[in-house]
């Protein structure tokens, strides 16, 4: 015989499901607190604004706007790890040192090139935040259809 368990005893366990993915240290929650998506386009990106536009997007759902925060070079990197900004904007190969610390995009407006050496635009953002790593890769993915 099967042990019987009530369904009393199983509802909050489904509730908590509809949350997930989470972000581990909170990025879509602050930026719904706060109103306020933090990005920063990495200097010498030529065209940064599909990157933007996918950006723009999210934050509208969430009822914030971007705010462009001016970080340069490896500071950028440092800022994104730390939660200084939300997404990074710019030009990163697939082979990219920084994609065992940071979430790496696929290419924006553009399929993969051959060359994993190649540095195509790309959204970067913090290894964890699940919830805003999959919204983007979504819009990404949706973008190139």
């Not at 030529?46 to 001016?70: E, F, G, K």
Request: hydrophobic fraction near 45%; proline fraction near 8%; charged fraction near 20%.
């Amino acid at each position: 015989m099967r042990p019987f368990v009530p369904l009393v005893v199983l509802l909050p366990l489904l509730a908590g499901c509809n949350t997930l993915p989470r972000d581990a240290a909170g990025t879509t929650q602050r930026i719904e607190q706060t109103h306020m998506m933090r990005v920063t386009i990495l200097a010498g990106t030529p065209n940064a604004q599909p990157a933007l536009a996918i950006l723009a997007a999210y934050a509208r759902t969430h009822h914030a706007r971007i705010m462009l925060v001016p970080i340069h070079g490896e500071h950028a990197h440092k800022a994104l790890e730390d939660g200084e900004i939300d997404a990074l904007v710019g030009h990163f190969a697939k082979a990219s040192p920084w994609q065992t610390d940071l979430a790496l995009s696929k290419p924006v407006a553009r399929g993969e090139p051959d060359d994993k050496e190649h540095p195509v635009l790309r959204i970067v953002r913090r290894n964890g935040e699940n919830a805003l790593i999959l919204a983007i890769d979504r819009a990404i993915a949706d973008g190139a259809q």
